[in-house]
């Protein structure tokens, strides 16, 4: 079975990433992170068909990903930092404030990382767990997953990004297009996981583009976050950060907005759907008999 053996070997993956030690704890976490959501869009892939317990594993997996979430923002944050410096590393102005929040930036880190460590030794019980979960997942009634299924589960993760991508437009809200970028990954995830085994079309181009830049407005959403008085920084550092930030996200959401066909510009019509669309479901057409996935 095509997705038990993806989803298995992603889990494994993340259980090996959190073994990383030393200097290659904060990428591990981060490659940990990316192989548990590429697990969790595989199991939504199978839906009802995998039965309960498909769902109670996906909650486990849930947990860890958000428990080991500070752990990755305060690694995320260091990577903007640095993103930053390599593009603006030449200008006076900006320049000196990058490196002083770099600075502080990694101490809270390491400081995060600490803690962390100092709970769970060697990451000991999060892997543990993954491992029992991973015997779990092999169990799961993969072999009851047919063509018609998954497709409609890709439907219906298609059907989500556009709600998103809309709600995203229309508010302008941080959150929003957060959701929107969530959504989009979780898609490309599902599409990834899958082979010519399913005959969907391929995503138009600019999808993935879009992908790419929501990725990197996130990353200025992080920057904004860590603007509060509470962050650690200098009130002038903030103000210079905030300032940086805004400009940069108000850049990056013209940029996505350009990408998009015309017609979906103003949210009322935008990407996922219309490239999953199965001429063969459509009202009036007899469903042929399910296929099973194998």
Not at 143 to 161: K, P, Y
Request: with cysteine; glycine share 8%.
């Amino acid at each position: 079975m095509l997705l038990r053996t993806y989803a298995a070997a992603e889990l494994a993956r993340a259980i090996a990433c959190l073994g990383w030690r030393g200097s290659r704890l904060h990428t591990g976490v981060h490659q940990a992170r990316k192989s548990l959501r590429r697990t969790r869009a595989t199991l939504a892939l199978g839906g009802p068909a995998l039965g309960p317990g498909a769902a109670l594993i996906d909650r486990e997996l849930r947990g860890v990903n958000t428990k080991l979430s500070k752990l990755r923002d305060a690694h995320a944050l260091v990577d903007t930092l640095d993103h930053l410096l390599r593009k603006r590393g030449d200008d006076p102005g900006l320049a000196p404030v990058l490196r002083r929040v770099r600075r502080s930036a990694a101490g809270a880190r390491a400081a995060r990382a600490r803690t962390v460590l100092a709970a769970d030794p060697q990451l000991h019980d999060r892997r543990a767990l993954l491992a029992v979960l991973q015997a779990a997942l092999a169990a799961l009634p993969w072999d009851a997953l047919t063509v018609d299924g998954v497709r409609e589960a890709l439907h219906r993760s298609a059907a989500r990004v556009d709600e998103a991508a809309a709600r995203a437009q229309a508010s302008g809200r941080d959150l929003d297009w957060h959701r929107w970028r969530r959504r989009a990954r979780r898609l490309s995830q599902q599409l990834r996981a899958l082979d010519d085994s399913i005959a969907i079309p391929a995503e138009p181009d600019y999808v993935k583009r879009v992908a790419v830049l929501l990725g990197e407005a996130q990353d200025y959403s992080l920057l904004r976050e860590h603007c509060g008085r509470h962050a650690g920084f200098a009130a002038a550092d903030r103000a210079v950060l905030r300032e940086l930030s805004e400009r940069g996200t108000a850049h990056l959401r013209e940029r996505i907005r350009a990408e998009l066909p015309t017609a979906r510009r103003a949210g009322s019509d935008t990407p996922g759907g219309d490239a999953l669309k199965d001429r063969a479901a459509r009202p009036g057409r007899r469903r042929p008999r399910p296929e099973p996935l194998r």
